[in-house]
């Protein structure tokens, strides 16, 4: 294989490594996390105070009286609130753990002359200074709309802690409030109010002092995160896009996922002589990148390098999805990260694509069957397309996704129809014997994006659904069939994951083991489609290109999963547009767009 890196004949497998230990700030964090526990049980719940675990709640920061449980309170949820970004050797909650320790410890002393508790916040500031230069991590990238989810979240969990609050001195309690009046009363104390529940003695000053600072803390965040300065996602720069197509131009045959790169949604890191490149985008913590480095073989390390510094920089958890046999050898090489087998691609040879013989005559029968209910297709580069034309077919593309949210991620460009991407094909089904509707006679669509000179990759398939079945085969086929045409000998069709776990277990002899994964994976095929993409790529008798998903742990892949389904749009925590708004705006395109063919016309 050219290129400078030898292929092996075994494919990448999981790396057996011992247990890696704990870091600093790992250990911190959970400490944190422990303590802060602590704290909010010492604050809220009078038994714990009380308890044989007295002499061990003594010694965290507040324990009696009204300002001590509100205090304990306090700074059992600030610490809380930081023990992650501790984990994360954040430089930020190092500092604000700085700041609160030693006001704990001189709270600790002020309100209760407690000598032990005061050493016991110094003791976990020690390995905070000592080893603060491994607390260096830069922060994410994050927007205004994180004061807004901290607001909703920290608010739920305030109302939920209040009414435990409330709750926990039912001794002390003056009759038997309702828990519409214990929930009043938690509102009006979050705000420094009284409320309708009373108790006997200084409970009710316990209680409002403890209300107050939850809402002290709700607010002080909310406001905190609302004016702290931006740092929003990085994107794809006009230079990085123009070198990336360069890299593209010279290397784009390697990889079929190469074009996806250019997403305008990504991050980009160059090697140092700007040969080679690795495309990112960061989702929860998590580094994602997909697919190889663009560019020269021989410089990828250097590009895998710089990814890696950066994951380093901002502590961000590093991880590759569907990255190719020989991309995996270099990613597992290079930075001792380990390798899984996440599916196949579905690659057509050109040369040997026919609709004869048995096995594709489902698919004959499908296609020759919706030819002549008067439907025809039509294959052009993006190039060939009118502006009005292309107009029309980004509006119903959008029209027909049948989500909120774009999907895809490391096999979807996120675009169609960009002047930058002339070289894309687009292959539509009409049916031209019937009233135009509401995009003509449009009734299906498939994008494919360049894959090097020679090949192309499918990016996106939508269609009317009231259109007949079968137009995504029809389609499909047209493209292969038009392919020559274009000087394309190969298309890789859509990514199954866990292929070969579904075709094995559905062989005679399987084990029982095999036979319950691959349960499993049917099962989940009724949300992700897994073994329904797996049956329609099969239909078109392609090669299995398998890919993979490289990570540094096993504890992360749980992380890095529910990552990858963020950015692949099967999960979505971003606040959506009203559903009204998102009709208004779709009616003004499609008026817009109709005036502007209008006036082409009468050009």
């Known amino acids: 294989m050219s290129g400078g890196v030898p292929r092996r004949s075994s494919r990448v497998r999981q790396i057996v490594r011992g247990p890696r230990p704990e870091s600093v700030p790992a250990l911190v964090g959970r400490a944190c996390a422990l303590v802060g526990l602590l704290d909010v049980a010492a604050g809220v719940f009078p038994r714990f105070r009380h308890s044989r675990m007295h002499t061990f709640a003594e010694v965290l920061p507040g324990s009696f009286g009204p300002f001590a449980a509100a205090l304990s309170l306090s700074a059992g949820v600030l610490l809380l609130l930081l023990a992650h970004g501790l984990k994360r050797a954040k430089r930020r909650a190092w500092r604000a753990a700085v700041v609160l320790l030693p006001a704990g410890a001189v709270a600790q002393f002020v309100y209760r002359h407690s000598i032990v508790g005061a050493l016991i916040s110094v003791a976990l500031l020690v390995p905070l200074l000592v080893h603060r230069d491994q607390f260096a991590a830069l922060p994410d990238p994050r927007s205004r709309w994180r004061a807004l989810a901290n607001f909703v979240l920290m608010g739920a969990g305030s109302l939920g802690l209040g009414l435990v609050i409330v709750s926990v ?4 309690m003056i009759g038997d409030p309702s828990l519409a009046d214990r929930i009043t009363h938690v509102l009006y104390g979050l705000f420094g109010f009284e409320g309708p529940v009373d108790y006997q003695g200084n409970t009710s000053w316990t209680v409002a002092f403890s209300l107050g600072a939850l809402g002290w803390i709700t607010a002080v965040t909310t406001i905190y995160l609302a004016f702290r300065p931006e740092h929003p996602a990085a994107q794809l720069t006009e230079e990085d896009e123009t070198r990336l197509r360069a890299l593209l131009d010279k290397h784009g045959r390697r990889d079929s996922l190469g074009h996806f790169a250019l997403r305008r949604d990504k991050a980009v890191v160059f090697s140092p002589s700007g040969k080679a490149a690795v495309t990112y985008r960061v989702v929860s913590g998590v580094m994602l990148a997909s697919g190889d480095p663009i560019g020269d073989v021989e410089a990828w390390p250097g590009a895998i390098e710089r990814f890696m510094d950066e994951a380093k920089a901002h502590s961000w958890t590093p991880a590759v999805m569907g990255c190719s046999e020989t991309g995996g050898e270099v990613w597992t090489r290079e930075t001792g990260l380990d390798a899984l087998e996440l599916g196949d691609e579905a690659v057509v040879d050109v040369a040997d694509f026919s609709l004869a ?18 439907y025809e297709t039509r294959v052009r580069r993006v190039a060939d397309l009118g502006e009005a034309e292309l107009e029309r077919i980004r509006l119903a593309a959008e029209d027909w996704r049948g989500t909120d949210t774009e999907r895809g991620f490391s096999m979807a460009l996120g675009r169609v129809g960009d002047a930058a991407d002339a070289d894309c094909l687009i292959a539509t089904a009409h049916k031209t014997d019937e009233a135009p509707g509401e995009y003509g006679d449009l009734k299906a669509i498939l994008h494919f994006v360049p894959w090097g000179p020679d090949g192309a990759s499918l990016d996106l398939m939508r269609r009317d659904r009231s259109a ?7 389609l499909i086929v047209a493209a292969l069939q038009a392919a020559p045409k274009f000087g394309i000998t190969r298309v890789s069709l859509n990514f199954a994951m866990f292929r070969s776990a579904l075709a094995r277990g559905e062989k005679i002899g399987a084990g029982p083991v095999l036979r319950a994964w691959r349960g499993l994976l049917v099962f989940l095929s009724r949300w992700f489609q897994i073994e329904s993409l797996y049956k329609f790529n099969a239909k078109f008798q392609p090669r299995w290109e398998p890919r993979f998903v490289v990570y540094r742990a096993s504890g992360d892949l749980p992380r890095i999963g529910f990552a990858a ?25 499609v008026c817009a767009h109709t005036v502007a063919e209008r006036d082409v016309r009468a050009a």
């Not at 007949?468 to 029809?474: S, T």
């Not at 963020?566 to 998102?582: C, K, S």
Request: net charge positive.
């Open 565 to 589: 389904m963020q950015a692949e749009g099967f999960v979505n925590l971003a606040l959506p547009l009203p559903r009204f708004l998102r009709r208004r705006s779709k009616a003004a395109r």
């Open 169 to 172: 001195h039912p001794n002390r």
């Open 468 to 474: 007949d079945p079968g137009m995504n085969e029809l």
């Open 357 to 374: 013989g048995r096995a594709m005559r489902n698919v004959r029968q499908m296609v020759k069957r919706i030819e002549r209910a008067g």
